[in-house]
């Protein structure tokens, strides 16, 4: 079973739509998560960070967290063609090591 | 804004040459990584380093090896490049190892070897 567990897609989804990216994870004694948006041929940058279970919105995205199901997801509400995308998970475990997943690819058709 | 600067975006070298990718940072972090992003296998932890002079192997080190003489600059060197080490190289800081430091990646390099 690999650490941290994302479906590789590609998820379609058409314009205005909300996405819906999943992330599980093995080690529970997890602390931080954070999702990061890699446009191709980019690097990997920052959008969402969450540390307690529940949900965290910062604009159109919302992070949710379920530290009992170890799972943790991404919602990216009225989807726009710029949001396309891969959107790699990224769980810190109980050593303190960041494990990355192989990410979803996202792709939001007008 | 945190800024992590990789010295190139893309390198053609050849089989046996000795490569050097450098990184710096500007924030003062602590926290330096090197890593290999290939298709299907995501991202690869190759060394990390907490403090200056300090190395720490991370997944996959062999063929690998790092320079951290100065907090803000952290150097990868392929002793003898490789076909196999053709990847897209991203070099990563963070602030400290709390449970909320995040890491905050540069450009990348991508690297070809004939």
């Known amino acids: 079973q690999k650490e941290v567990e994302q479906n590789s897609g590609p998820l379609s989804v058409p314009e205005g739509a909300i996405a819906s990216l999943n992330c599980t994870y093995s080690d529970r004694g997890s602390q931080s998560f954070f999702w990061y948006r890699q446009y191709s041929g980019k690097s990997p940058e920052l959008i969402m960070s969450?540390?307690?279970?529940g949900d965290k919105e910062d604009g159109r995205f919302t992070a949710q967290l379920n530290k009992a199901s170890q799972y943790v997801s991404l919602l990216i509400r009225d989807s726009q063609p710029s949001d396309s995308a891969t959107y790699l998970c990224a769980v810190r475990n109980q050593g303190g090591k960041l494990i990355f997943g192989q990410g979803t690819e996202l792709s939001v058709k007008p | 804004d945190v800024k992590v600067t990789q010295s190139s975006r893309y390198l053609v070298k050849r089989t046996g040459e000795k490569v050097f990718l450098e990184c710096v940072q500007d924030?003062?972090?602590?926290?330096m990584f090197w890593y290999r992003q290939d298709p299907g296998l995501g991202l690869r932890l190759i060394y990390f380093s907490y403090d200056v002079k300090m190395k720490e192997k991370g997944d996959i080190p062999e063929g690998y090896s790092v320079s951290r003489e100065k907090k803000e600059r952290f150097s990868l060197i392929l002793e003898s490049a490789s076909t196999n080490q053709t990847s897209m190289y991203l070099c990563?800081?963070?602030?400290?190892?709390?449970?909320?430091?995040?890491?905050?990646f540069g450009a990348g390099t991508r690297l070809s070897v004939l």
């Open positions: 969450i540390y307690s279970n």
């Open positions: 990563a800081s963070s602030f400290d190892r709390g449970i909320k430091n995040i890491q905050y």
């Open positions: 924030m003062d972090h602590e926290n």
